[in-house]
């Protein structure tokens, strides 16, 4: 049965965030995805059950 997820809160996110390194600037390309982003989707993933294309965009 698929859950519902809206995200980390802060203090769920401090839990995490001493696990991912610092984001390197970079000088060309694409800036980096802030690893609070990625954690979201991925978590959103196994808590709804949705398929990876299925993500919904923008947020």
Partial sequence: ???RFEGLS???WQMFADLFPTP???KRGMPPIP???IL???LYIL???CRWC???IGE
């Fill in 35 to 37: 690893f609070r982003k």
């Fill in 10 to 12: 802060d203090s769920e």
């Fill in 1 to 3: 049965m698929a859950g």
């Fill in 40 to 42: 979201n989707k991925l």
């Fill in 47 to 49: 808590i709804t059950g």
């Fill in 24 to 26: 390197k600037i970079r």
């Fill in 54 to 56: 299925d993500v919904p």
